[in-house]
């Protein structure tokens, strides 16, 4: 703007947006130029200001940076004759530029003395990569006594120095949160429920979402599509990080920076939105209406009983809770059925605390939420069944034998999560759960297999299967249980787990998803009758050894992706054309007497190739295997280039 102002003269500054518009256009015209637009916060901003960048073809380049993905894309989608790279995706700093970027903050064009190097890595390590806490860091330092006894404060509590001078770092981060839609606002401060570095399974977030009430209904679309989509919109913004993915590429777990994770604890208090505490002496006059509870190993928990409070959700992590610990007895259920009527959101299931459920929790009229641990067998008492709102039951670390008899009133309830086998209770008349999306851990019996017949569960998506002894299954009985979900129209996802089964005949399901766990038995024909189904796209087998994997050129013909893991003695062999779709192999601790490497190699879909503690045996066969262009193998632990020899 200096090159222009000097041709231009003075007034230039009184032009209004299209004189100056069209005053760069000219002034850029017939010339190469580099234009450097830093961070750009909307599409519309940026396509009012590309208009003054003329298209001469001369090498001219525009460079944007954005904290937004869409507007990124948005950017580099345009067309004119600049050419358009695709957004480049800064990644955090591994240790080693981390170290380089504070060195050069703090030292300048120095060294850091070697006494130091030690220290100031380990300070450097809690930010995590992130370059504007290290700069912050690093500008600190740079104007303190370089000294082992100053940099020694900063050990453990890099995050309350950075947080103290807000305009330097938290307030540069709070400027991503304040431009959010409202509708993400809160979905980001949930975020600060988690305790530090803590893995966020996505499932579990996103039923929290919604039994909180923060994801709106968009026509006839699944809530927990939408769900998906806001935090993909968090992922885009930069807030959040993907930690894990799924077999399908979705997102399976993420995690937060600490630092954005103490901008949403410190934005949640002012909005009194969340508080995090570490014992349940919880003040009656606390307006939060979240509490989250993180224990650091605390041998006991005082069980002084607290008044009524505002409380909506509670959320408790971690914690060793000692024997006599009053919490062993059930006593967070207690106490929530005694004073806080109003909860809606119970999240336990991440604490080392055995819970009872109480008679009395049909005290919590208004829950919608219900997640607990327990290392023992229990009865769900059947006043759970009042529970009219309740929409997520998530009883996986119980032992229960069948469901009360009740439950069948739950017309809310979304998800149903049992450990297993558990048995469905009967019912003679039309009961059934109309919202149920997700269902495991049932034993597979005539009365299950009965009401899966009779549509009880219209609009289910994921059904788990689990076998009460191990026992076996023959080929009419499974046919009839297979057979018996075809009402089931909007399943997508089927887990079979310590089954023997044989399969002869095909079977008209719309899975997508199919997992076996842990198979007894597994004849060569099951596995033509799965690979003749139509739109299964994703197969796991876990746990399974002594059978033979036949594919025809006919089988698995929309499968994309294939998982084996503890898969021993068996075989596998492929024809030509078989899983023509295949993208991604994964074989994890898996010991085969014959497997198709070559004609795996030689599909065009193949993309990724995964291969986890290979046996010697196939190990060899990966050391001698030739990849073709644009499929990449990774195999951990990395293999020697070349045995050795004494």
Known sequence: MESIYRKNGPGWQDLDDDELKSLLFKCLEDRRYLVVMDDIWEIEAWNEVSVAFPTNSNGSRVLITSRIKEVALHASSLNNSIPHIPPYELPFLDEDKSWELFSKKVFGGGTCPLELETLGRQIVKSCRGLPLAIVVLGGLLANKEKTHRTWSKYVGHVNSYLTEDRSSCMDILALSY?????????CFL??????????????????????????????????????EDYLEELID????????????????????????????????????????????????????????IHFANHPYISSNPCESSNIRSVMGFGGVVGLESPLDKGYYLKWLCKSNKLVRVVELSNMAICCVIPKRIENLVLLRYLSISSGARHVIPNSICNLWNLETLDMRNFEIKCLPKGIWKLKKLRYLYLNGPTSLPRTDNKAGLPNLQVLTGIDLNLNSMRLFARARFPNLRKLGLRSASGRFIDIDSVVLSLSSIYPLRHLQTLKLCEFMIILSDKISLQLTK?????LR????????????????????????GMFTLECNESSFCQLEVLKMAKVTNSEWTMEKGAM???????????????????????????????????????????RQLQMRDGCKLQVYPPLNPFPTTN
Request: net charge positive; proline share 5%; hydrophobic share 40%.
């Open 237 to 292: 913004w930069s807030l959040i990080q993907v930690a894990t993915k799924r077999l399908d590429g979705g997102v399976k777990t993420c995690r937060i920076h600490d630092l954005l994770r103490d901008l949403c604890i410190s934005e949640s208090a002012e909005e009194k939105f969340l508080e995090v505490c570490s014992d349940i002496k919880l003040s009656p006059m606390s307006k939060c209406r979240r509490i989250s």
């Open 190 to 227: 949930y975020f600060g429920i988690y305790p530090e570095d803590f893995e966020i399974p996505v499932r579990q977030l996103i039923r929290l979402w919604i039994a909180e009430g923060f994801i709106r209904q968009i026509g006839n679309r699944n809530i927990e599509d939408v769900a």
């Open 178 to 186: 304040n431009h959010l839609p409202r509708r993400l606002k809160s």
């Open 521 to 544: 038995v597994c004849a060569p024909s099951t596995w033509g009758v799965l690979g003749s189904l139509t739109n299964l796209r994703i197969l796991k087998v876990v746990g399974c």
């Open 514 to 518: 199919i997992t076996l766990l842990d």
């Open 580 to 622: 023509p779709r295949l993208q991604r192999l994964v074989i994890e601790r898996c010991n085969f007497k014959t497997m198709p490497l070559d004609e795996l190699w030689c599909l065009s879909a193949l993309r990724d190739v995964e291969v986890l503690h290979p046996d010697p045996e196939l190990a060899n066969m990966l």
